[in-house]
């Protein structure tokens, strides 16, 4: 079982960048299969970006070319970074683990999350 705790979240002005860590504990994050969702007041949680354990990644189409996901295994460790922010990426993101191979989007594959960091991107 892995533990996930996320940091780097705060408020930044649209155009601006964040990046955000998820360190992992108890398990070795080469283990899994790493996501990053996200949740936005009054709306559900959704898919932000993953990366398999052999470093393939996909992201959404909402943050392509502007977010990049990705792991230090020595560190035990998985980022999200964010560039070109707007204020509809305001939301709570958290970081998850998913025991599948490959590729994975979907909120229900995954087995373990943390608790969430605010991102907070004003206009």
């Known amino acids: 079982q892995v533990q996930l705790v996320e940091s780097g979240g705060g408020s930044v002005q649209a155009g601006g960048s964040l990046k955000l860590s998820c360190a992992a504990s108890?398990?070795?994050?080469?283990?899994?299969?790493m996501g990053w969702f996200r949740q936005a007041p009054g709306k559900e949680r959704e898919f932000v970006a993953t990366?398999?354990?052999?470093?393939?990644?996909y992201s959404a189409d909402s943050v392509k070319g502007r977010f990049t996901i990705s792991r230090d295994n020595a560190k035990n460790m998985v980022y999200l970074q964010m560039n070109s922010l707007k204020a509809e990426d305001t939301a709570v993101y958290y970081c998850?683990?998913?025991?599948?191979?490959?590729?994975?989007?979907?909120?229900?594959?995954?087995?373990?999350w943390g608790q969430g960091t605010q991102v907070t991107v004003s206009s």
């Open positions: 108890g398990r070795t994050v080469s283990s899994y299969t």
């Open positions: 998850a683990a998913s025991v599948r191979v490959g590729i994975t989007t979907g909120q229900t594959r995954y087995d373990y």
């Open positions: 990366i398999s354990r052999s470093t393939n990644t």
